[in-house]
């Protein structure tokens, strides 16, 4: 095994450059030896859950990062002649992760300006748990060596160092076989002389800076390899009605005055089943999805607009008719078999399941009356769309939207998974997939047949 770890590292991901997938990254990390594994592809995060999965697979500690843009001023500036640099960001615990998306984030709803770019002011605030490396010769303390402003980019590396904190901040050596990479080497190392910020190599040939290569394992050690699903769970319900404190407690609520209205004096009879199904439901914390959909669907019939009685799984479900989502009534004890108590446990066994498939239809009049009033109830910084990836002819990957999706959550949604603006609509949604999204816990709306591509000035 060796100590070498690749800490600036672009994947098919970036864009506009030439990179290996994913997949070839991890593997080529594999066969050289390596436990440790960073991916920071250029402006975005669309690969860390892929790169994760791979790197568990074969066996290597994953390393989540960016490199991100930096604008010279106010990512508000709509200024062509402000140049922008770029920086490596590395997350070296769960808070550094989350400031890392919400940078990312922020790079698009906020700073986006024909690429998403962050600025100082957003680096002070959400620097915390983040490592950061001064980047290639696209970065600016490089940028400002090529011109000969070595003072300038002395007084910008100590800027960083201040910033992100003593051992947060390391000048970058590369060797691309150039003399100009060869020249800026020297002034980096001329600076951390001076000035005791540490060097880090980047490539494995620098037995001319053994400083910069020992750093390597130093940095692989604080990182985090782990991006736990517990950090997509909902934060504590606020925005409950009165008398409650969690999404159970009301859900359950919601269920018995259904079942009452739909059972009168019959209640008794269908608590076993309900109880089963509000089980599972709490095993896979889909207590908000269904509380959700139940109130968009209830919204939809206050005001008449057409619903669809349901369709998917949701017809065999009587927590979803007594919800009201569907107007459908199941059979009693309709076969909806979430989980089986084993014989002689006190524990349930949950095989392999699914949420029941709620595919909801509105009338073609009024989805967009059903989009507004989603955004309105949940908040803008809620509600987004969500990525797809595909392939082109050229082979490159090509990021999307998809047709019919939403994600909502409780909290602004860059607490959680990064955003992005697509282009072309402008439209914010997710950097990470609907899968990605779903094995989260976060809430997912489909509306088949009704294209959000359609509609008119909706651009979540």
Not at 54 to 74: H, K
Not at 86 to 111: F, M, P, Q, W
Request: glycine share 8%; with cysteine; hydrophobic share 35%.
């Amino acid at each position: 095994m060796t100590d070498f770890a690749y800490l600036h590292v672009h994947s098919d991901y970036s864009f506009l450059d030439e990179s290996p997938s994913i997949k070839q990254l991890v593997s080529r990390a594999a066969f050289l030896g390596m436990d440790y594994l960073a991916l920071t592809d250029i402006g975005n995060m669309f690969g860390i859950p892929q790169f994760e999965k791979e790197c568990y697979t074969q066996c290597i500690n994953p390393i989540l990062g960016s490199e991100l843009y930096i604008i010279g001023g106010s990512r508000f500036e709509r200024d062509e002649t402000k140049r922008c640099y770029r920086i490596v960001l590395l997350a070296c615990d769960e808070h550094g992760y989350r400031n890392l998306v919400k940078l990312s984030s922020l790079s698009y709803t906020e700073g986006f300006y024909g690429i998403p770019r962050i600025d100082d002011e957003l680096l002070v605030k959400f620097h915390a748990g983040l490592i950061g490396l001064s980047g290639d010769l696209s970065g600016e303390i490089p940028s400002l060596l090529k011109k000969g402003d070595f003072k300038a980019a002395e007084e910008r590396a100590l800027w960083f160092q201040k910033v992100l904190g003593d051992n947060n901040f390391y000048l970058e050596l590369q060797d691309n076989k150039s003399e100009e990479q060869r020249q800026i080497n020297k002034h980096l190392s001329d600076i951390s002389n001076r000035t005791g910020i540490p060097l880090v190599a980047v490539t494995d040939v620098f037995n001319e800076y053994p400083e910069a290569m020992s750093n390597i394992r130093r940095i692989t050690n604080r990182c985090m390899t782990s991006l736990a699903e517990e950090l997509f769970e909902w934060p504590p319900e606020d925005d409950l009605p009165e008398g409650f404190t969690t999404s159970v407690e009301y859900l359950l609520h919601l269920v018995m005055r259904g079942l009452e209205e739909k059972y009168p004096g019959k209640v008794n009879s269908y608590i076993s089943q309900a109880e089963q199904e509000l089980g599972t439901i709490k095993y896979l914390n889909y207590m908000d999805y269904f509380l959700i959909i139940a109130d968009i669907i209830g919204w939809a019939r206050k005001h008449d607009i057409p619903v669809d009685p349901g369709q998917g799984s949701a017809p065999a479900s009587l927590i979803n008719y007594a919800l009201g989502i569907t107007g459908i009534a199941p059979l009693k004890n309709a076969k909806y078999e979430p989980a089986a108590i084993e014989e002689g446990a006190d524990v349930i066994n949950y095989p392999d399941i699914n949420i029941p498939n709620i595919d909801v239809y509105f009338s073609a009049a009024d989805k967009t009356r059903i989009l507004k009033y989603v955004i309105e109830k949940y908040g803008k910084n809620r509600v987004a769309r969500i990525s797809t990836r595909d392939i082109g002819e050229d082979g490159k990957k090509i990021i999307g939207l998809h047709p019919t999706g939403l994600v909502i959550s409780r909290k602004n949604l860059d607490a959680y998974v990064p955003l992005y603006r697509d282009p072309q609509t402008g439209a914010i949604a997710t950097q990470y997939s609907m899968s990605e999204l779903e094995k989260r816990g976060l809430v997912i709306m489909n509306f088949p047949g009704l294209n959000i591509l359609e509609q008119e000035g909706f651009n979540v």
